[in-house]
């Protein structure tokens, strides 16, 4: 009998898998660099504005996502618009994240591009989620 070996997809692998501690933020900067352009420079300037929001969280891959965590628990995260071949990239909050407003409030975003406007949101919101 022949023994296969089980290959997984990003949206298969486990939350850590492939990444530790050391060597997340460089996982986070490759993934964000092999992301296709416009999302390449939206990704680069959400890894600064979630890094300046929220210095307590460390950078790590997430089911093939870049995302941040604290204590081990992802906070936010975001993929490239062709990750699930949506179009328009997306920025998410875990349920681990303070944003819990009433009976209902939004986990994700869907971004077409950065403004001022929207990277001042997206600081508030971070902030909001870690404190």
């Given at each position: ?10 949206h ?74 949506e ?22 975003f ?22």
């Open positions: 009998m022949e023994k296969t070996t089980k290959r997984t997809t990003p298969q692998q486990k939350p850590d898998q492939g990444t530790d501690k050391a060597d997340g933020e460089s996982a986070v900067l490759a993934k964000i660099a092999a992301m296709p352009d416009p999302y390449r420079a939206m990704g680069e300037r959400l890894h600064v504005i979630i890094k300046t929001s929220a210095p307590v969280l460390s950078p790590k891959i997430w089911y093939g996502m870049p995302a941040y965590a604290r204590d081990g628990n992802v906070i936010c995260f975001f993929r490239d618009a062709q990750t699930f071949k179009r328009y990239m997306t920025l998410g909050f875990s349920d681990k994240a303070n944003l819990d407003e009433g009976a209902m409030w939004p986990t994700a869907a971004l077409k591009e950065l403004t001022a406007a929207e990277e001042a949101r997206i600081g508030a919101l971070v902030k909001k989620a870690v404190s």
